[in-house]
DNA sequence: GAGGGCATGTAAGCCGTTACATGATTTC
DNA sequence: GAAATCATGTAACGGCTTACATGCCCTC
């Protein structure tokens, strides 16, 4: 999964590894989180299977940082990915949810503080969906340049349209919480 | 994360590892699924490391069937978990969210395809929850005896509360499909 | 006797997590 | 000169997925 959300972001435009890091926090981690370790080596597995391509920059520093540009290939197999459509859908993998169905037996006062504590960080999480300007993921991708591809405004809409992914669920999940504190309390 | 699962009904009463997969995939499997592979060697680690043990019946028939029930030490292992608060939220981890992060310059006609063919199946997913009697659980578990434990009536309101959380959720997302297609469509 | 449900296992491989490890540049 | 940020890697491990494999019992 994780080599398509790299050539996903190559397409637009040469990052390296680091860069990709930030970007994925930033956007698409909200919903497919990577280690920076795993980022390095996924990106190594692409290049040997020729679909980005990677270069040292010697040019202005001795830092090794290693910029990654997408080939042909590397396009062409984001584009197959693509419009192949999912026919299932996502499986949720929730911790939470397990301790709630395990926890009849906890006193009531403990898992009405630990779903606090929960409510509390979904909470945080929304407000920082919120914070997150529509335009702010454009401003990151493309730092002080043009758009290097012709419409990212339709990219754009997509993004946002995971960002309000993230505010419904953030919401939804405080509404849960909520009428199920209130249920343990009575 | 699997143990807790299997510790979890072990807790309430003794079952083999095909009834075990039948009520993980009826319950808890819908916010954390299993393999069958993975439910036989997690019930084998948790024998060696003495929270299980199990004994094959030889009473009635031949077939090799294999019964487990929790020790002390497991009860003790259960317990010490759930007292223990989780103090992170829950990873989202979704393909589908990926997809159309990176579907800004696909055709939009196949994306609102691919979101319907999401929307059904969520339609569905929202079906077989509502389906779902609160009861139902209690019955798959104690099936023509009284309840081995004093008071499941408090699980059950545990479990019904991880049942409200499937139907919001499938809610939610079914909302944010039918705003995404219709936004796509203007 | 064919098919579906009951029942249990092994093994390879992949993916992701955690930990270890290093070093330059920039800012206070 | 200390701390934060930029930047890149390796390695061990654990958990989950996929595939392979087997065999009984019951119903049609």
Redesign the pocket.
Same mark, same amino acid.
């Given at each position: 999964?994780?080599r398509f959300i790299l050539l996903g972001f190559l397409n637009y435009l040469p990052l390296?590894?680091? %860069?990709l890091k930030m970007l994925i926090d930033q956007s698409t981690g909200h919903f497919w989180?990577?280690?920076?370790?795993?980022i390095?080596?996924t990106l %190594?597995a692409l290049e040997d299977q020729g679909l980005v391509t990677s270069q040292t920059d010697e040019s202005d520093?001795?830092?090794?940082?290693?910029t990654y540009e997408i080939t042909e290939a590397g396009r062409a197999e984001l584009r197959a990915w693509l419009s192949k459509p999912m026919l299932e859908t996502a499986?949720i993998k929730d911790e939470l949810l397990v301790r709630v169905f395990f926890s009849g037996q906890r006193d009531h006062a403990d898992v009405i503080d630990e779903l606090r504590i929960q409510r509390r960080l979904h909470q945080q999480q929304l407000e920082a969906y919120m914070a997150i300007a529509a335009d702010h993921l454009l401003k990151v991708v493309t730092p002080e340049a043009p758009p290097p591809v012709a419409s990212l405004k339709a990219d754009s809409r997509m993004w946002t349209a995971t960002l309000d992914y993230g505010i419904r669920y953030e919401r939804m999940v405080l509404e849960w919480i909520d009428n199920l504190v209130n249920q343990l309390k009575a």
């Open positions: 999964m994780l390296n590894g680091y %860069q989180h990577a280690y920076h370790s795993q390095y080596t %190594q520093d001795r830092l090794k940082r290693r499986q």
